[in-house]
């Protein structure tokens, strides 16, 4: 899931700058959080917020070459269903359902994920 010195890829955000709102995903992508849950969503469209943060704090644990636990994925649990899943829906990437705790739909566009260098290549 990359690392955290991460650098987006300003050129691949550059050709839809008129229908993306760049500076909102720049910030997106500066949160390693953020980050880390578009690239999940990406190969994993329709996670529970439960899910995601199993994922993250896993993701973080390896990092610290430490393991996850529950005082570690609470936080994270509480920022994704607070902010960062609010964040990615109001930028019209996901369908965030608080009521089920579950993102029911991601259309996380091409050059955000060429941004992050996770596009797959074509066949």
């Keep these: 899931m990359g690392n955290d010195e991460f650098e987006p890829d300003p050129f691949a955000l550059e050709a839809v700058a008129g229908e993306l709102p760049v500076d909102d995903v ?7 959080h953020a980050r ?11 996670p529970t917020v ?4 199993d994922v993250l704090a896993a993701k973080d644990a390896s990092d ?10 609470n936080p994270i649990r ?8 609010p964040w990615i829906d109001a930028l019209g990437f996901i369908a965030f359902d ?9 259309e996380i566009p091409t050059a ?3 941004a992050m260098g ?3 290549p074509p066949p």
Excluded: K, M, Q
């Design 78 to 85: 509480i920022r994704l269903y607070h902010a960062i899943l």
């Design 36 to 46: 880390y849950a578009l690239i999940y969503l990406h190969d994993n469209p329709t």
């Design 64 to 73: 610290r070459a430490t393991i996850a636990t529950p005082a570690d994925r």
């Design 50 to 53: 439960e899910e995601l943060a």
């Design 112 to 114: 955000v994920t060429d």
């Design 98 to 106: 608080p009521g089920t705790n579950a993102v029911t739909d991601t």
């Design 118 to 120: 996770v596009t797959d």
């Design 26 to 32: 720049f910030r997106l992508l500066a949160d390693r």
